[in-house]
């Protein structure tokens, strides 16, 4: 007698919502799903009991006849897919059919439905996958789901359940996911008869974020439209980004269909190029939340999980996040239907992309992108326009007047005197600084000769400066009469950083030849990664030679870091190519070297700066296009403005 047997349908369908349904949440994704692939502008779901006792969910869709309802509830019984092509290029939410039945083999489930045509709806009645009942009654159009009792068959899996608090949680991240993926419909949640969340369809996306992640301030936004760059398969199904969609910059093709019937993903288009698009809002990364969930995703309109994704925009803040924080906001990813497969997991919470190095490249640009919108917006809030010609004024006025005082520039030519505190002439540094001991931390204003500056220079960066607070701090007034501090480190940091970047990757860093070479001993470990860096080394702006042994003579360094102990210099990048360079990526390791030679080369703090050298930061910073945090994260500068300090003081 054969040992194998088939199982009862009852049995495979509990065993099928073992996968399918997790937890109640799983439940309210399952019909959401169903409700925004039958077209509803208004979904209504109602919690009892934290989804164990009650769910409903009421949505006003096209709605199901009697015969869809039926075979709906039946196995894999759906009409978004036909055939096995279709799998290739999924443009619907749902498509599997394991939900309907799975679900009701756990549970009391009630179904009823009317299309837009019929004179009455119709009711079907489940108990934990046994057809019960069937009759026509009159309803609205529109599906109602009724999940009572969940697990009631299953009390193992409802010993598993977390407590209420958490399972209802889970409930309110499932509709704000789908609340951001379909901005143009109204959703209502009400747990125990109370309303938890309400979205309005005539919510902005930017407004629906802000109240979902309690942010009041400004996003960065990410958008970036399809292009050849942007191309990441040249056949089969394709999607267009041109159309209006609840995310600026999307497609979307209106109503889809039904629970059963053929339809499109919100933000899905069945013409036009074959195109990658990315768009969203993105905090910005002062006000990035620690943790691990403050970033959303979507693609093509499905709430999904992508580690992918999640480092792209991380690698496009690169240096502009602090350690330990992490990316908050949102993130929406359309792609041509044929090149994401979600069909990974019956959850269909996880994705497989196609081009995974192309989309992660895209998403890290696009992001990038956003910062630099970002930045210019805060120079135009904080500094006064520059024209080319006033530039060019400032600098060569500048130059001038500081040939006069100083000894000669480091910098190469063209640039402002900026100089750090190694390397400035001591009497012109210090000049208000007493040979004592220094005095406690207080905002010292600008002496007169101090705030001697040429015309042109002061009207480089339109602001005014007020004093400098424990030789670290630049106090200044804006041009729009706000109250502006700079942290001097952290802003020559930035600029330094920015400047050997950009000679790094020309092939090049700017170097110094030493007058009298340095000699390092260097351990074994460390005598090996500079045969292996020698490429990057160089390339960094020094030049050594063996001397015999583990012993290495340093003859030139970078420019920038000529003041700096060579030696100490050279030992700390070998450090860091050493320090776990194998667990992260190449580009990673060397933005840290730089990161490090340049808050090494910057200006300290507790350096006292001259007038005209807090003027040339100051200018340089209102023309970069990267300067509000240094590379380690740190925020560069806090804009107050007029309204805020007179609130301090209840003015307003």
Known sequence: MSKIRILPEQLANRIAAGEVVERPASVVKELLENSLDAGARRIEIEIEGSGTRLIRVIDNGEGMDEDDMLLCLERHGTSKIGAAHDLSAITSLGFRGEAIPSIGSVSRMTITSRTQDAPLGTRVVLEYGKLLKVHEIGCSRGTIFEIRNLFGNTPARRKFLRSGRTEQAHIEEVVKSYALAASATTFILRVDAREVLHFEENQSLADRLKAIIHYQGHFMEVRTSGDKGNRTSDTGPSMACGRPSSIPGACDTGPSMACGRPSSIPGASDTGPSMACVTGYLLPPEAVVSGSAGIRLLVNGRAVRDRTIVHAVAEGLRNFLMKG?????????????????????????????????????????????????????????????????????????????????????????????????????????????????????????????????????????????????????????????????????????????????????????????????????????????????????????????????????????????????????????????????????????????????????????????????????????????????????????????????????HRS
């Open 325 to 649: 924080k992490n990316p908050a906001g949102l993130i929406h990813l359309r792609l041509p239907p044929e090149d994401v497969d979600v069909n990974v997991h019956p959850t269909k919470q996880e994705i497989r992309l196609h081009n995974g190095q192309a989309i992660h490249q895209m998403i890290s640009q696009a992001v990038e992108q956003a910062m630099q919108g970002h930045q210019k917006k805060i120079q135009s809030v904080i500094f006064r326009p520059q024209t080319h010609s006033q530039h060019e004024s400032a600098i060569q006025s500048t130059s001038e007047e500081s040939s006069q005082r100083t000894a000669p520039s480091r910098l190469a030519p063209g640039q402002e005197p900026l100089l750090t505190a190694a390397s400035a002439d001591p009497a012109l540094l210090h000049t208000a600084e007493p040979a004592s001991p220094a005095p406690p931390p207080a905002i010292r204003p600008l002496t007169k000769s101090q705030q001697a500056l040429p015309e042109a220079s002061a009207h480089g960066h339109g602001l005014k400066v007020i004093g400098h607070y424990d030789n670290l701090y630049i106090f200044c007034q804006s041009a729009g009469g706000g109250l502006l501090v700079v942290d001097q480190h952290a802003a020559h940091e930035r600029l330094l950083f920015e400047e050997l970047r950009g000679q790094f990757m020309q092939g090049h860093v700017t170097s110094q030849t030493l007058l009298f070479p340095a000699t390092v001993d260097l351990s074994i470990g460390e005598a090996e990664r500079v045969e292996q860096y020698a490429t990057e080394i160089r390339q960094m702006g020094f030049t050594v030679r063996e001397f015999g042994g583990n012993s290495f003579i340093i003859s030139a360094v970078p420019a920038m870091a000529g003041q700096c102990n060579p030696g100490e210099l050279f030992v700390d990048i070998l450090e860091r190519f050493g320090s776990g360079a194998e667990k992260k990526e190449r580009g990673s390791v060397l933005d840290d070297i730089l990161a490090s030679m340049a808050c090494k080369a910057a200006v300290k703090a507790g350096d006292a700066l001259h007038a005209r050298e807090i003027d040339a930061l100051l200018s340089r910073m209102a023309r970069a296009d990267l300067f509000s945090h240094c590379p380690h994260g740190r925020p560069v500068l806090k804009h107050f403005t007029a309204m805020e300090v007179k609130k301090w003081f």
